[in-house]
């Protein structure tokens, strides 16, 4: 309480919450380029080309925040949750990344349907991070709707596994015998796109460990 009033009293660092939603939207960009890509056809190395570009940005607005973290007398909040979790949304750029290293090098140019779906959950979790991270300038008005959102990225993520699952299943019953490596390579796909979402349930955790230490 003592804590809460004291922040009211002292001029606020503003700018970490800017970077923060810069951020989320280039990742927000990111999973639309990775869905569009996962959609095949012929601009699937624009998408790429695209989601390269976003990450090199991201890593950029990240250094950012944590040279800002160390240059700020005030910050919004405890200086380590503010390094984790801009670390943690910026793993779920790097994670898109890595999935488009796997598709370039093995030059897959079509994808499952299981694999286009779990695009699209990438795309829901980063919309709803990109509505949460505004979200913290103001904790204890959004508290309730940063718990909501955090259940719904928990709910995506689980959608995600049984897709995963099914994906794997699915690949084995088609290639299993008769092509292993279009198994393996499948099977390396739908592991990346699991950990994409994975990564933004991560960003999750730590929007709802913030709220509980300063709500």
């Not at 309480?1 to 700018?15: A, I, N, S, V």
């Not at 699209?120 to 718990?147: C, D, F, K, Y």
């Not at 279009?182 to 990564?199: Q, S, W």
């Given at each position: ?15 970490f919450f800017d970077l923060f939603a810069e951020h989320s939207r280039v990742v927000m960009g990111a999973a639309e ?38 240059r700020s007398f005030i910050t919004p909040f405890d200086r380590s949750n503010i390094k984790d979790l801009i670390q ?71 959608r995600s596994d049984e897709l995963h699952d099914q994906g794997l299943k699915d690949l084995f019953q088609r290639y ?40």
């Open positions: 309480m003592m804590f809460g009033l004291f922040r009211k009293l002292l001029p606020r660092e503003d700018r380029a990775l869905n569009a890509l996962l959609a095949g056809g012929p601009d699937i190395e624009s998408h790429c080309d695209r989601i390269v570009a976003l990450e090199n940005e991201a890593d950029e607005i990240t250094r950012e925040v944590l040279l800002a973290v160390r943690s949304m910026d793993d779920a750029i790097d994670m898109m990344h890595k999935t488009v290293k796997t598709i370039r090098l093995y030059e897959q140019k079509t994808f499952d349907p299981g694999m286009r779906e779990m695009g699209a959950a990438v795309v829901e979790a980063a919309h709803l991070i990109a509505e949460a991270i505004p979200l913290l300038n103001w904790i204890g008005a959004n508290a309730h709707r940063l718990s909501a959102i955090g259940e719904e990225v928990t709910r995506v993520e689980g299993g015998a008769s092509d292993p490596m279009a198994y393996m390579i499948g099977r390396e796909i739908y592991g990346e796109l699991e950990k994409v979402v994975d990564r933004f349930e991560d960003v999750a955790n730590e929007i709802s460990g913030i709220v509980i230490e300063n709500v």
